[in-house]
């Protein structure tokens, strides 16, 4: 488990330097090491939290969240969140979920890794219902598998053109903590998780760490596009690997 562990804590450094918490990352390297699928989405979660708790924090004393731009996302994210994660689901439909997510992830984010350094000023204003749409639909998906979100909200944020890649970047950061306390909550009123989950307690020291340094540093050692690269590679890596195991 150390090298799970240490693999958690060099995402949780990647991450927080870019202001994601790096959820489907961690849900890969999970699957990847054979843990129990049930505890799957409070580790993520958790994880998230923490990570992106002081890029939040930092974010907003700077004054970089575009409040106006969140609110309807997360209007409709919490509850469908909070709903998603307290729904209890066997192994098959949840690996057909996941699947699903991951593939369509990892698709969206090589459609518009590059835009993740654009400069470009060029944005448009989303209807209310668009973004309620997105929002709870979203919410709804993070809360079931375990995600924050933004792994889907950058991309499509940037694929509408809806602010600035800058206020992107950031607002998506506080969508990720607000939306994985909100799955959280759901998943937390299933009474075997509390009691499966303090045997991975060492997965949170480790990110802490690691999301602790990477904010503290500021290491921004890939540009943005290059971590969403490899973020999408590592994700359609593990979700082909479970396409063969489900459909094959």
Avoid at 25 to 51: D, E, K, M, R, S
Avoid at 95 to 108: G, P, Q
Avoid at 198 to 213: C, D, E, K, M, R
Wanted: proline share 2%.
């Amino acid at each position: 488990m150390f090298i799970l562990s240490f693999l958690f804590f060099l995402t949780a450094i990647l991450y927080s330097s870019v202001g994601f918490g790096g959820g489907s990352t961690y849900l890969a390297l999970l699957l990847i090491w054979g843990i129990p699928y049930q505890v799957f989405p409070v580790i993520a979660l958790c994880c998230n939290i923490i990570v992106v708790s002081g890029n939040c924090f930092n974010y907003i004393k700077a004054g970089n969240v575009n409040i106006k731009l969140l609110s309807p996302y997360l209007i409709s994210s919490i509850p469908l969140a909070y709903f998603g994660g307290s729904l209890t689901i066997n192994q098959s439909l949840f690996e057909i979920l996941l699947f699903v997510v991951l593939s369509s992830a990892s698709l969206l984010l090589l459609l518009k890794f590059k835009s993740f350094d654009d400069t470009k000023k060029v944005y448009k204003k989303t209807s209310k219902i668009v973004s309620l749409l997105i929002g709870g639909t979203i919410g709804f998906v993070s809360g079931v598998v375990g995600i924050g979100g933004g792994i889907f909200l950058s991309p499509v944020l940037l694929l509408i053109k809806a602010d600035k890649v800058k206020h992107i970047t950031t607002t998506t950061s506080l969508f990720i903590l607000i939306n994985s306390i909100a799955g959280l909550s759901g998943q937390l009123t299933k009474s075997f998780v509390l009691v499966q989950i303090s045997n991975y307690w060492y997965f949170f020291l480790f990110v802490f760490i690691g999301g602790q340094l990477g904010n503290f540093l500021n290491i921004k050692i890939f540009p943005t596009r290059i971590l969403v690269l490899v973020t999408a590679g590592l994700v359609l890596f593990v979700a082909i690997r479970m396409g063969l195991k489900l459909f094959i």
